[in-house]
């Protein structure tokens, strides 16, 4: 018990740069006090007092703010910053080393008892603020879901989903080893520069809009060139783009 308490302490203080010593994180972090409970609430449900591991587990959400029903599965070295508002449904199961945000729900979308009707998260996958993961497939190995994402299907180990409703992303191992190593192995909130894909499309259609400028002024330049000064006064209309000023920076900066 107190080793697994130890892992808990040292993850918090890992992860988040707010929390400075073991007895702040001890006292004043509700997710550690959420986590506690719910090993006491789960145990109840396992030995069958049911009515016990219930009661316990909403003693510990009117002290937390944080909804873990007893018989949710929750692995070791789990991180849940802040907490407030988060539900986590009673066949989820959370792997280890994951990290949840305040507002998340791991809910169901089946009404059939003794199904599994709430979603597996894998190891280290990172479950940002107000995000709604809802039904019983597996979000695979390190993936993230973005903030606010109500995600409905299975994510492949590595890649992300944003949105609403979510889009896959999948992570290519040389960003994901830059990631790694920006971050030290860890993603606040889950969301990096390249998570939106509308964003992402956006600006590929801004890159080639710039390229064609640049390609059109570049022909009538060849075209000036390769014609005499009055011919080219001729071939070349009052309107012609023969200057690029398309400014695909700017663009871009409207887009984040």
């Known amino acids: 018990m107190f080793q697994r308490l130890r892992e808990d302490i040292a993850c918090i203080l890992e992860r988040d740069p707010a929390a400075r010593s073991t007895w702040e994180v001890l006292t004043c972090y509700p997710g550690l006090h959420a986590l506690l409970l719910h090993r006491w609430a789960h145990s109840c449900w396992t030995h069958g007092w049911h009515v016990t591991a219930r009661f316990v587990s909403n003693l510990a959400r009117w002290f937390t703010g944080i909804e873990i029903h007893p018989g949710a599965t929750i692995g070791r070295r789990v991180f849940i910053d802040h907490g407030m508002g988060i539900v986590i449904g009673e066949t989820a199961e959370i792997g280890d080393e ?28 990172v479950v940002s603020a107000g995000a709604k993961v809802l039904g019983g497939f597996t979000v695979g190995d390190g993936a993230r879901v973005g903030a606010n994402a109500v995600l409905l299907k299975p994510v492949p180990a590595g890649a992300t989903a944003v949105g609403i409703p979510a889009r896959i992303i999948e992570a290519t191992a040389a960003a994901r080893r ?45 075209i000036e060139k390769l014609s005499t000064a009055k011919a080219a006064q001729e071939c070349v209309p009052s309107d012609a783009h023969t200057t690029e000023d398309f400014d695909a920076d700017h663009l871009k900066q409207l887009m984040r």
């Open 178 to 222: 830059e990631d790694m190593s920006a971050r030290m192995g860890f993603s606040a909130y889950g969301v990096t520069q390249g998570d939106d894909p509308v964003a992402q499309a956006m600006k590929g259609l801004i890159d080639n809009a710039a390229g064609h400028e640049h390609q059109i002024a570049l022909l009538w330049a060849a």
């Open 98 to 125: 994951c990290t949840i945000y305040q507002g998340v729900t791991l809910g169901g979308t089946s009404l059939y008892k003794g199904t599994k009707r709430h979603p597996t998260l894998g190891r280290g996958v």
